[in-house]
């Protein structure tokens, strides 16, 4: 059985510019939500996809937008890169939307 | 709202000596409540849920609906209790956990 894995694990962009996350659920979850975590802060929710559908969303503009995949892996995208996106992105993956998550190690976002 | 509150951003105690870590909450109906702890270079894992009233690695929690609160405890601390910890909540059957921003936990021996 394998974990949560997200990839890549460090990234550095440039303000105004745009990128991609992604995540592979454990196996057999077909559940995955996504976190924003600021530097000394705890994780914040950004939005949850079930079965391919957006399945709840956090206080975040629209440029924070989601997929999910039919392996049910997922994609967190940010368009128009702020300063202040820059955190640790965590995906979790859970079967059926229960809160027995298991959380990825993250991707550490530097916006420049 | 709903809000998570951990009082204490640092907390160090010495090894054998009890722990509380606070957790206070705010939420409007029946809330599920959590803690997740982080080790040093691991990734965040569920420690344990209130619906659960299980004790995992000696600690425990009660939830305090009167005083809205989810504290932690363990009786006689060890050194591989050194971790973040973070309380978090969530509604019945809702998608979202709302986490505190977490207390590290430093155990001196």
């Known amino acids: 059985e394998t974990g949560v894995t997200q990839s890549p694990t460090h990234l550095i962009k440039t303000r105004g510019q745009q990128v991609t996350l992604r995540c592979s659920s454990q196996?057999?979850?077909?559940?995955v939500s996504w976190y924003q975590q600021a530097l000394g802060q705890g994780p914040q929710f950004i939005f949850q996809y079930y079965r391919e559908e957006e399945n709840g969303r956090g206080n975040f503009p629209p440029r924070f937008s989601g997929l999910q995949f039919p392996n049910y892996s997922s994609e967190l995208n940010v368009n128009a890169l702020e300063l202040d996106d820059s955190a640790l992105y965590l995906c979790?993956?859970?079967?059926?939307?229960?809160?027995?998550?298991?959380f990825g190690s993250g991707t550490r976002l530097t916006v420049v | 709202a709903q809000r998570v509150t951990q009082p204490e951003k640092l907390l160090s105690v010495f090894k054998g000596a009890p722990v509380e870590l606070k957790c206070n909450y705010s939420?409007?109906?029946?809330?599920?409540l959590f803690w997740y702890v982080q080790y040093s270079r691991q990734r965040l894992q569920l420690l344990l849920r209130h619906i659960s009233r299980e004790s995992i690695k000696g600690f425990t929690a009660d939830l305090n609906k009167g005083e809205t609160s989810f504290h932690l405890k363990k009786p006689f601390a060890q050194e591989e209790d050194s971790a973040m910890y973070y309380c978090a909540l969530s509604g019945r059957g809702a998608q979202k956990l709302v986490f505190g921003q977490g207390t590290r936990l430093t155990i001196n021996p």
């Open positions: 196996s057999g979850h077909n559940t």
């Open positions: 939420y409007s109906g029946s809330p599920e």
């Open positions: 979790a993956s859970s079967l059926e939307a229960t809160h027995g998550y298991t």
